[in-house]
């Protein structure tokens, strides 16, 4: 293996905890040492990148970063290479649902992230990953370029913001909401402008996810696994699949392919 992608959220961070294990960094180190290139691929903006991944990084650090699935992409030392926003008119559109109270809306802007209500549901959401976005009216939509939008809609609804736009797709990694992106983005397309840079082969890689979101870049590389704590379907899209995050699964699936 040359390169390693992990997601964020229930793969390199728990839930539980909200921490790193020991064995996990462990298991980083140990790739490091191998001459893996690491690299974080996640949901998340830029920015919000957690702090203990950014302090992990100065432990072990990453050579890039795949943030708001892949539309966002960077070196460590923060040279983009892949930059993909949504499309104006599909992030008004959706705005205006919202707008409307058909459903909570999160805004994701390289400055930025907020929300344009706390509701109940925004709040269970937030509690999972132990952070509390800033409540803006969605006027502030403009300010920059949106590059994910999350629809807080149920499985299935998707078609209540989908249908009124033109160049979107959308993907899960919970079922409180979705994350909105632009047609053809995803992290297989932060996936593809990885290798490309660093000219490294798909089948060379390995990936690390627990979501739905992770699910299409599991398609995209040598070797996939799946955390225990991932649901059925994305455990069947795996080709391997690790101990829950928190029974050093990280390492435990590591070991048990050889990489370390």
């Known amino acids: 293996m040359r390169a390693a992608f992990f997601d964020i ?15 996990a960094r462990e298991a980083l180190r140990r790739l490091r040492q191998a001459g893996v290139r690491l690299f974080i691929a996640t949901g998340r903006s830029s920015h919000g990148v957690p702090q203990v991944i950014r302090s992990l990084a100065e432990e072990i650090p990453f050579d890039g970063y795949l943030t708001f699935n892949g539309q966002y992409c960077y070196t460590a030392d923060g040279t983009v290479y892949r930059d993909v926003p949504l499309d104006v008119r599909d992030v008004h559109a959706i705005a205006e649902k919202a707008d409307a109270g058909l459903f909570d809306l999160q805004v994701m802007q390289l400055s930025r992230t907020f929300v344009n209500r706390r509701s109940e549901r925004v709040s269970r959401a937030e509690a999972n ?4 976005t800033p409540v803006l009216d969605l006027s502030h939509i403009d300010d920059e370029p949106v590059y994910q939008l ?42 593809a402008a990885t290798l490309e840079r660093w000219g490294i082969a798909p089948e060379d890689c390995i990936a690390f996810g627990d979501g739905g979101n992770d699910v299409p ?11 225990g704590n991932a649901s059925d379907a994305v455990k069947a899209a795996a080709t391997h699949v690790a101990p829950d995050i928190d029974e050093d699964g990280l390492y435990v699936a590591c070991k048990d392919l050889g990489l370390i």
């Open 9 to 23: 959220d229930g793969t390199l961070v728990s839930f539980c905890t909200h921490g790193v294990a020991a064995s």
């Open 129 to 132: 990953v132990a952070e509390i």
């Open 150 to 191: 999350c629809a807080f809609v149920d499985p299935g609804e998707e078609h209540v913001f989908a249908d009124a736009c033109a160049h979107v797709t959308h993907t899960r990694w919970c079922d409180a909401s979705c994350d909105v992106i632009p047609t053809g983005g995803g992290k297989p397309a932060g996936i």
């Open 217 to 227: 870049m599991f398609g995209c590389v040598g070797v996939s696994v799946a955390m």
